[in-house]
């Protein structure tokens, strides 16, 4: 299947800080990405669908000026957590699809994922 | 409102033997139904998938069954091996949604030996 590159695979940064996590499709272009949030023994919420070249469709209750999205190019989606505090601490995964990749075409390719730790 | 609902968090089966993991889901605009599998730290890896069309499909040692008049599909997994040990999650989207996935809660999976 197709590879997704997620980075860093783990930050740990003090409270008020922004980080910054990419995502990346290796071997196609990517027109949607996806980030998830999962917290322990939990599973995956839906954050945010990034389209490229416009602005990040997010679920309800995300907030957005929190949670940074830009999917400037067809391989590359950014997440930015600004003035992140310890309850934002998680893992964040990204997903992306290959539009071109015929039937099944709902298949989403993850990344490794981001452990976020908030001092 | 837990719309992709895997009851058992945790499952053990015998090496050799048959994995059955099973997902319910309440909304009927689900079309759509994906296995993945997960290991720690480690996003997701697709498995297998069915369309609403279809009632089984196959692949390898992996078979997914659906039977939409009770909302439900269930993951066979047969022979089960050491490695399949992981965290297998349901997924389902729904036509018109922009391929959005709704996730259950995962069901831990140990082949033991």
């Known amino acids: 299947g197709a590879v997704v590159s997620q980075h860093p695979s783990r930050v740990i940064c003090k409270s008020g800080t922004s980080v910054k996590i990419e995502c990346r499709s290796l071997?196609?272009?990517?027109?949607?990405m996806f980030w998830y949030r999962q917290f322990p023994k939990q599973s995956l919420m839906l954050m945010a669908t990034s389209n490229e070249g416009s602005k990040a469709t997010y679920e309800q209750g995300v907030e957005k000026d929190k949670f940074l999205i830009n999917h400037a190019s067809l391989t590359l989606s950014t997440l930015t957590v600004t003035s992140a505090h310890p309850e934002d601490s998680s893992f964040y995964i990204c997903?992306?699809?290959?539009?071109?990749?015929?039937?099944?075409?709902?298949?989403?390719?993850f990344g490794a994922g981001t452990r976020l730790s908030v001092l | 409102d837990q719309q992709v609902k895997q009851n058992s968090p945790s499952l053990s089966v015998q090496e050799g033997r048959i994995s059955i993991l099973n997902c319910d889901y309440t909304n009927s605009m689900f079309d759509y139904f994906l296995w993945y599998k997960k290991y720690p730290a480690e996003g997701p890896t697709f498995l297998i998938s069915i369309s609403s069309i279809k009632d089984k499909n196959e692949d390898g040692r992996f078979t997914v069954f659906l039977n939409k008049s009770a909302k439900h599909l269930s993951l066979h997994i047969v022979p089960s091996q050491p490695g399949d040990s992981a965290v297998y999650f349901c997924?389902?989207?729904?036509?018109?949604?922009?391929?959005?996935?709704?996730f259950g809660t995962g069901t831990r999976l140990q082949v033991t030996l």
């Open positions: 071997d196609f272009q990517a027109t949607t």
């Open positions: 997924a389902a989207s729904a036509r018109g949604t922009a391929s959005k996935l709704t």
């Open positions: 997903s992306a699809r290959d539009p071109n990749s015929g039937e099944p075409k709902n298949i989403q390719y």
